[in-house]
C-alpha cells in the first residue's frame, strides 16, 4: 500500500491509498481523480492516463516499455522528461508518500 | 436521470451528466451484481490471471458517493412505460424519469445447435463468465474455440499461454470475417499457427457431443470430430434491444439512434453495444468497442441536457494477443489499397487503406504511434498520399500540422 498524492492540473490535491500490484492509473480512477482518464482500462492503448511523477522517481522506477515509450509521444499536453503513462507505473511500497502531477488535457 | 444498464456506456452517461453541470438526481441502474467495470482485460489479464478482479472496477464507491450517483446493482428493469415516464423493475417498483438513457449492451449469440447446453460451453462476456472460464482452463487440457472473432483469439492466446492444446473453429474462410481486413485477418491465421494454435478456416460446426453431461468434441461438417473438455463459442454477440422494442422505439440490429445518441423519443438516449447508429451520411455503424460507448456516452448526457454533441471521431480499437498489441482506427470496408509501413515479418507495421486514394483505415500492430497520430489524421481528414503513408522517412506527425 502506497499514499500517493495527486495534484491536478489547476492545483487541487488529492491523496489516494493504492494497494501493492496495482497501477497509478487504477487507484486514481477509482478515486475519481478527475485529471486522469484511462479510456483503455490500462491496456497502453490509448494514453489517456498521462501524469508526471517526481523528478527523483524517474530513475527510480523501471523505464517506460518500447510500447508506452511510443505511446508517450501522441499525448495530448506536452511531454516531458518525467512523463508517463500511468497504467504502466506499479505501485508498491516504496512508492509511499510520492507526488504526481497531472496534465492540463488528456485528449 | 435514469439510466438502464451500469457497465463502459451507462457509466459513462452518468459521469458526463455531472460533467455538463447537471447537479439533480442520477440513478445508474445494473443486473449484473459488480459496479461497473472493464470488459476488455476480461479475456487477457483476467484470464492470463494476471490481474485480480478488484482492479476491474471502472469506479470506486467513494467516487459514486460523490458524484452522487445512486447506483442500483442486481436490479434489472423489466419495462419502460413512455407515457408515464417510468421504468418498471422487475420487483415491480416504479422510478420516474425526466431523462431516460439505455445502455443495455449485448449478450453472447448461442450456437443453434445441439449440446449448447452441455458443461464446459462457455460464452464470454460477464466477470462470472470470465470467472467460469478462468477456472475450467486450469483444468482443461484440450480447448477448442468457436468462431475465430477477436474475443475467440483472445480467448484462444490465454490459453495458449497456458500451455493447452487449442483449437479454433471458424465458418468463414477467414478469421475476423465480419470486422478485419483478409489482410489483417491473415496476419492473425499466421500469428496464432506460429504459437502453435491449429486454425481451422472453414469449419461449419454442427454439433456438441457430450458424455456424461460434460461436453467431450466438437463435431464439424465434414464429419470430423475435435475432442475438447473445455468449448468457448464466441460466435458474436445480440443487442439487447428487448426494453427499447417494448415501448415502441425503433430498432434494426440495435436501438437505432444518430450521431448524437438521441432515439426517437426526445426524452431517450441509447448508447454503447446495444445501439446502431444512421450517420448523417445515412450508413447504419455498429460498433462494439469501448470507445464507442465512451463516445456515444458523451454524446447522450449532451442531448439529455438539450445540446447537441455529435460523436464524429473516426471510430477505434484495440486487441492484445500474446505480444502483439493491434490497434485499428477507421471502417476499412470498400478500401481499394493497402500501404505497409514497417514489416509484418517483425510483426511491427501498419497497413493503411485507402479508397479512391483518400486514407479511410489504418490497422497498426505493435506500431503505436501509427495509431495515434492516424486518430489525428482520419479526424481532421488530413490528406494523406500512399506513397506518403509508405515512406519512413516521414514523419506520419508532420502531416498533422495545421496550416497543411
Ligand atoms: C471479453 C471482452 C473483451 C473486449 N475487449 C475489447 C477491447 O479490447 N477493446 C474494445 O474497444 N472493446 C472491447 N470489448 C467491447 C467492450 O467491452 C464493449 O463494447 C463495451 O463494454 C460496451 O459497453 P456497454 O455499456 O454498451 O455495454 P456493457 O458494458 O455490456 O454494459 C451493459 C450492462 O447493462 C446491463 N443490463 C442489460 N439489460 C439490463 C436491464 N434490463 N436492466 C438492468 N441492467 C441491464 C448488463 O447486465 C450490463 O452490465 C470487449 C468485450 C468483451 C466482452
Ligand atoms: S489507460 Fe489507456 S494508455 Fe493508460
Known sequence: MAKVTFIEHDGLEQVVDIPTGWTLMQGAVQSGVAGIEGECGGSCACATCHCYVDEALVDFLPPPSETEEEMLGCTASERRSNSRLSCQVRVSDALDGIVVRLPEAQS | ?404
Open chain 2, 1 to 404: 436521470m435514469v439510466i438502464v444498464g451500469a457497465g463502459q456506456g451507462g457509466l459513462q452517461v452518468a459521469e458526463s451528466l455531472r460533467a455538463e453541470g447537471y447537479d439533480g438526481p442520477i440513478t445508474l441502474i445494473g443486473e449484473e451484481a459488480a459496479a461497473p467495470y472493464h470488459r476488455p482485460p476480461l479475456s487477457k489479464a483476467i484470464l492470463a490471471g494476471t490481474m485480480e478482479e478488484a482492479q476491474l472496477a471502472i469506479r470506486g464507491a467513494e467516487f459514486f458517493e460523490r458524484q452522487r450517483i445512486a447506483l442500483l446493482s442486481g436490479t434489472r428493469v423489466a419495462a419502460i412505460d413512455r407515457s408515464a415516464r417510468q421504468v418498471r423493475l422487475e420487483d415491480g417498483r416504479r422510478l420516474g424519469y425526466r431523462g431516460l438513457a439505455l445502455a443495455t449492451g449485448a449478450r453472447v449469440r448461442r450456437l443453434p445447435i445441439s449440446g449448447d447446453e452441455l458443461d464446459g460451453v462457455l460464452g464470454l462476456r460477464s466477470l462470472d463468465d470470465a470467472r467460469r472460464i478462468r477456472a475450467a482452463l486450469e483444468r482443461a487440457a484440450r480447448v477448442v474455440v468457436i468462431g475465430g472473432g477477436y474475443i475467440g483469439l483472445e480467448v484462444a492466446a490465454a490459453a495458449r499461454k497456458r500451455g493447452l492444446e487449442v483449437t479454433i473453429l471458424e465458418a468463414a474462410d477467414r478469421l475476423l470475417a465480419r470486422s478485419a481486413t483478409p489482410f489483417l485477418a491473415a496476419f492473425y491465421a499466421d500469428l496464432h499457427r506460429s504459437q502453435g494454435v491449429m486454425v481451422e478456416l472453414g469449419a461449419k460446426v454442427v454439433g456438441l457431443d457430450g458424455q456424461g453431461g460434460r461436453v467431450a468434441a466438437v463435431r464439424t461438417a465434414d464429419g470430423r470430430p475435435h475432442p475438447a473438455d473445455l468449448v468457448v463459442v464466441g460466435v458474436g454477440i445480440v443487442p439487447n434491444t428487448a426494453l427499447a422494442e417494448g415501448c415502441g422505439l425503433a430498432c434494426d440490429s440495435g436501438v437505432l439512434v444518430d450521431d448524437c445518441a438521441r432515439t426517437g423519443d426526445p426524452a431517450i438516449v441509447a448508447v454503447g453495444d446495444c445501439t446502431a447508429r444512421r450517420t448523417t451520411t445515412g450508413t447504419l455503424l455498429r460498433l462494439e468497442s469501448v470507445q464507442n460507448a465512451v463516445e456515444q456516452g458523451r454524446s447522450a448526457a449532451a442531448a439529455l441536457l438539450g445540446r447537441e454533441r455529435p460523436f464524429t471521431a473516426a471510430p477505434w480499437f484495440w486487441s492484445d494477443q500474446y505480444d502483439v498489441k493491434l490497434q485499428i482506427v477507421g471502417l476499412s470496408a470498400d478500401h481499394d489499397r493497402i500501404v505497409l509501413r514497417g514489416s509484418p515479418q517483425d510483426r511491427r507495421f501498419s497497413a493503411f487503406y485507402f479508397r479512391r486514394d483518400a486514407l479511410v483505415a489504418i490497422d497498426s500492430i505493435n506500431r503505436p504511434a501509427d495509431h495515434m497520430v492516424g486518430r489525428k489524421l482520419l479526424d481532421h481528414k488530413a490528406v494523406i498520399t500512399p506513397e506518403q503513408a509508405a515512406d519512413e522517412n516521414l514523419p506520419l506527425a508532420s502531416l498533422t500540422r495545421p496550416g497543411r
